[in-house]
């Protein structure tokens, strides 16, 4: 599921409001949207927003405040202005986030990202947030983030969806990155550079072994390295374009006459783009490679010579 971050930046946006203006009493909107570098008219509409808003829709779970042109007066916050107290889990899971959120070119602040980072560390506790006793808490996401802070290998069990198999891996982790909405863990596997999806991570085991970081460059605008693997050339069903927006695939004319559109994709693996043109059998055919098109026909026929 894709994250919705308009949704995400509103909600930051009126919290950060509803805590500054319950801070600083006495202040009138102008000056608020003054301070915190806002729109005057984005602001008056967040106040109509946080009066709608509350922990609940039942009585005394709503915020409740007064605004005009003279003034702001916060009369109850429902706590949301209370500094919050994260678990060993939680503070884990923030982190990894940052990091994600730092892979994002043009996204954030990197500095600002980076500070935030830093400050929860600090805070969390007196030892690394991902301490050996909270590794069970914080599951598999601290444990990863401990691996990544301390620089040591992991020994993980990981639910491949492409191939429908569970291993267990020694890797070095590098780094983790945010795309489409899922956060990725970036490591070496018997020497190469791979990619492995959190939440396909089905156990985590921090080894007492320092890792050793991958050489390559890592690329936020390309961070599965696509730009580098073989172009297939297919033929997309034209009811099909769809497909466009969810995989890689550039179709080179969607307005083209014909019932089959010619497109390119690159793809990681030969066995991948075999099994991904049977699992869209009547959307997708293989082009070039030709061997990789003959391996499909082959497959789908030996498929419907079995149902006979």
Known sequence: MAVDFKRQERVVRLLNLLAYSSNHPGLTPMEIARDLGA?????RDDFELLFL???GTGPGEMIDLEYSWKGVDIIDDQGMTTPLRL???EASALLILLDSLETMPGLVDGRAVRSAAEKIRA???SQAVGDAEHTAEAGVAGTVAEALAAKRK????YYSASSDTVTEREVDPANLFHQSGATYLRATDSGETKTFRLDRIQHAELLDV???TPGTDFDPADPFGMAEQPQAKLLIHKEATWLA???DIDLEDPQAQGAWLPATMRYGSDSWLVRFSLSQADRVRIVEPAGLAAEAMSRAQRALDALD
């Open 210 to 212: 320092p890792s050793e």
């Open 87 to 89: 678990s060993p889990a």
């Open 154 to 157: 992991l020994r993980i069990t």
């Open 245 to 247: 927006d969810y995989w």
């Open 123 to 125: 805070v969390t506790t």
């Open 53 to 55: 808003s509350g922990v």
């Open 39 to 43: 729109d005057p008219m984005q602001v």
